[in-house]
């Protein structure tokens, strides 16, 4: 039985959705364009096309997966709706479409969560990725770059949901924008807080801080320890900060922070998690 047949499910088009957000009027979107087809068939559960179109992913069968995904979110399923967005944001078994990808995610964000509900790490994950279009632009759309609108969606996935990610991404921003003491000790905040949260790239980026400002073995064993940790598409970045930081290292400093990078229990304990509380206090 066709997917489409047992959830009473029609087919439409990329989703085209609204461009307001908790009270944001994002610039430059035109408003025209595909809409959201608002079907209500009246046989079918949500819920039961969402555990389907999982199932199909996890099986290879995308085609399949989508029709169900769209269904549910056709029908209120934020999470559906986030997993449709991603999977337009990557090409993932469907012809890649930034721009459809932010709308997508755009109405996960007006559909709203509250704070530890099971849907908030979709929103939490909208917003940074909404952001992160926001900063970049999508060329040839209109949606033109915009960093203020960009931190301020980062700001509010860091504090309304505590996302990791979001905080990461905000601590990065900041350093960008305002390389000074100031701007230091506030990426340094954001960035403490993603680290306890198990954040290698932030740990890397708070790394760099504590190197720079003079405490040289946390610093490098920081970056040390984020590089071992990293995941394949953030290598060369952390590597790259790394490798400076070693290099300007003494060699009885180098063996120190290597020592402390093993994970005795001082530097960021190790869990299983990755997760750990940041040290505090001056000196190395």
């Avoid at 449709?84 to 755009?106: K, N």
């Avoid at 990791?164 to 350093?175: D, K, V």
């Avoid at 400002?213 to 290598?235: E, H, I, P, Y």
């Amino acid at each position: 039985m066709r997917i489409s047949e047992a959830f009473g499910l029609r087919r439409f088009s990329p989703v085209r959705l609204g461009l307001r957000h908790l009270g944001i009027i994002l610039p430059g979107v035109c408003v025209a364009g595909a809409a959201l087809a608002q079907s209500q068939p009246e046989l079918g559960d949500p819920w039961a096309a969402f555990k389907f179109g999982y199932n199909a992913y996890q099986q290879g069968n995308k085609a399949e997966a989508v029709e169900a995904y769209r269904y549910a979110a056709e029908n209120g399923l934020p999470g559906a709706r986030w997993k449709l967005a991603q999977m337009y944001a990557s090409g993932d078994g469907v012809p890649r479409d930034d721009l459809a990808a932010f709308r997508m995610f755009e109405d996960v964000i007006r559909t709203g969560a509250e704070p530890g509900s099971q849907d908030e790490s979709y929103v939490a994950d909208a917003y940074v990725s909404l952001a992160r279009y926001l900063r970049d632009g999508i060329p040839g759309t209109e949606i033109a770059p915009n960093a203020p609108l960009a931190r301020d969606l980062y700001m509010r996935a860091a504090t309304f949901y505590g996302s990791p990610e979001a905080q990461f991404e905000l601590g990065r921003m900041i350093l960008s924008e305002e390389p000074t003491p100031n701007g230091f000790m506030q990426a340094a905040r954001w960035l403490q807080l993603a680290v306890k949260k198990g954040h290698f790239g932030a740990q890397a980026l708070l790394g760099k801080i504590y190197f720079e400002s003079g405490r040289t073995v946390r610093g490098l064993a920081m970056l040390t320890d984020a590089l071992k940790r990293a995941d394949q598409a953030n290598r060369a970045w952390i590597l790259s900060l790394q490798e400076k930081a070693f290099a300007l290292t003494s060699e009885a400093d180098r063996r120190t922070a290597m020592a402390l990078a093993e994970g005795d229990g001082t530097f960021v304990p190790d869990n299983g998690q990755g997760q750990g509380a940041l040290p505090v206090g001056s000196g190395n």
